[in-house]
């Protein structure tokens, strides 16, 4: 007789944990939408992360340039004083040479104002493109005195 109530006990003690272990299907089905509800507002607040931390790293990409682009102004005014000085056929030369500067630093400003902060698919391309053209800009102000025989 013990062996049968310890079996009887033993299988009792299964089929409880059997039946207090398991969920039913609609629990299980409500405990996935909880955690997809869950994830979805994480997912949400990383996508506004996101957005803010691109348009704040557009904002800081774009006054940097600016503030390029005023010192490339800057220079082209002080390039029109020297150029002033030097004689007739150096000073057509420079004077040329200078519009162009001056209208590529134009195009530079138009570029980078018609630029829409909520274009985050094109920003990283653009800042690339940007970037390189703006590099090229300096360097033909650097060069600018710089004599080609």
């Known amino acids: 007789m013990t062996r049968n109530s310890i079996t009887l006990s033993t299988i009792l003690i299964i089929a409880g944990a059997i039946f207090t272990g398991c969920q039913s299907s609609s629990t299980k089905v409500e405990n996935a939408q909880d955690k ?10 990383a ?19 600016e503030d390029r682009i005023n010192d490339y102004d800057k220079n082209i005014a002080d390039y029109k004083v020297k150029i002033a000085n030097e004689n007739r056929e150096n000073r057509a030369r420079d004077e040329k040479r200078l519009a162009e500067l001056e209208q590529q630093n134009r195009e530079m400003r138009r570029r980078l104002e018609d630029f829409k902060e909520d274009r985050r698919e094109q920003w990283d391309s653009f800042r690339i493109r940007f970037k390189h053209d703006m590099e090229e800009h300096g360097r033909a102000f650097r060069d600018f005195w710089v004599r080609k025989r």
């Open 36 to 45: 997809l509800q869950a994830a979805q507002v994480k997912l949400d607040q």
């Open 47 to 65: 996508n506004q992360d996101l957005d803010q931390a691109n348009k704040d790293s557009i904002r800081q990409f774009k006054k940097e340039s």
